[in-house]
């Protein structure tokens, strides 16, 4: 089974980047999609982007878009989450996890498995 974390992340200025990696180890025949999904304290885990394995296509959440930016390397294995212009707001603990399913209608976390570690990402103000 495909066993991933994500890493990356860390403390920003509000209006600074980051980049999250997250590494498919063995993405085999059932990876059609990976997730990106951001947790604060005493919220669920929410999606805020989503590539498609097979043609990269992408889904962003409201909240991010036009400010981050999803990516994959095939040759790697491995999904970015390019984080821009990043905010406040957009503190969380930050996971990646495969999907079965490349309907970018799939956004539930109960669509999603092999949830590896996540990564802290703090943006102060």
């Known amino acids: 089974q495909a066993q991933q974390g994500a890493s990356g992340g860390g403390l920003v200025q509000a209006g600074g980047s980051l980049r999250l990696s997250c590494v498919v180890s063995d993405p085999g025949f059932y990876v059609n999609a990976m997730g990106w999904f951001r947790q604060v304290p005493g919220k669920e885990r929410e999606i805020v982007a989503r590539?498609?394995?097979?043609?990269?296509?992408?889904y962003y959440a409201d909240s991010v878009k036009g400010r981050f930016t999803v990516s994959r390397d095939n040759t790697k294995n491995t999904v970015y989450l390019q984080m821009d212009s990043l905010k406040p707001e957009d503190t969380g603990v930050y996971y990646c996890?495969?999907?079965?399913?490349?309907?970018?209608?799939?956004?539930?976390?109960?669509?999603?498995?092999?949830w590896g570690q996540g990564t802290q990402v703090t943006v102060s103000s």
């Open positions: 996890a495969p999907s079965r399913y490349s309907d970018h209608a799939m956004l539930a976390t109960r669509w999603y498995e092999n």
């Open positions: 590539i498609r394995w097979g043609d990269s296509d992408t």
